[in-house]
């Protein structure tokens, strides 16, 4: 089975600083996509930014973005000019790629504080 | 657009007693999921509906989950007879784009006391 690890259990930065959120995963499927997902204290998840497994380059979405390290399984979020309304929990997610593995298995989180 | 909708927030119910949660999807997904995440824990998958149909149920706990999704629409996930490990927070998340990440709504938090 897929296994998702977040090592960082909390992190926290100054406002306008930047931040790097650690994800390994093990998997011994070739194709897949990742995940991170944000969830704010009202607790609804959000989609943050996602990574197709057969894509070298890394996803980026504004101040999101991730480090896709395939061969180390690793998979990191950076939060750049991190901002008050980022303080949340962020969970990593790993889905197969191929029907039979439709779930998601997510790591245990990270919860993030910006300090003003 | 409506987003995945849980019902209720939160629900404290008694040892023994029966709880029904509700997940209504964005409109037109046909996947359905239900997750739950125990305090400080991963979020654990529970099963995956596509349409009306059961795809797959492997991350049940055991037989006090029922879960049913009628018509392919809502689904509701009962817990009965309740125990205090159900406690936690129980997702839904719905999705129609294979490829693409799930949405999912703001949970249930069960407390069983």
């Known amino acids: 089975a897929q296994t998702v690890t977040q090592s960082q259990p909390e992190m926290s930065v100054q406002e306008a600083e930047t931040v790097t959120l650690s994800c390994t995963y093990d998997?011994?499927?070739?194709?897949?996509?990742l995940f991170w997902y944000k969830q704010p204290p009202s607790r609804q998840m959000i989609l943050v930014i996602r990574q197709e497994a057969y894509k070298q380059q890394n996803a980026t979405e504004n101040r999101f973005s991730v480090n896709f390290q395939k061969a180390a399984k690793s998979f990191s979020l950076k939060i750049s000019d991190s901002q008050l309304g980022d303080a949340a929990m962020y969970f990593c997610?790993?889905?197969?790629?191929?029907?039979?593995?439709?779930?998601?298995?997510f790591g245990t989180g990270t919860s993030l504080t910006v300090i003003p | 657009e409506a987003g995945v909708t849980q019902f209720p927030s939160h629900s404290v119910i008694e040892k023994g007693q029966t709880v029904t949660l509700r997940c209504d999807p964005i409109s037109g997904h046909d996947n359905l999921y239900w997750y739950r995440r125990v305090m400080g824990k991963e979020i654990k998958f529970l099963l995956h509906f596509v349409k009306e149909s059961k795809q797959d149920e492997s991350g049940m706990p055991n037989n006090r989950f029922l879960a049913e999704r009628t018509g392919g629409t809502y689904s509701t996930l009962k817990v009965q007879p309740a125990e205090l490990e159900d406690s936690g927070v129980y997702f839904c998340a719905s999705s129609q784009d294979f490829g693409r990440g799930a949405f999912f709504g703001q949970g249930t938090r069960l407390t069983v006391v």
């Open positions: 997610a790993y889905r197969s790629a191929f029907n039979s593995g439709n779930q998601f298995y």
């Open positions: 998997t011994s499927e070739s194709d897949y996509y």
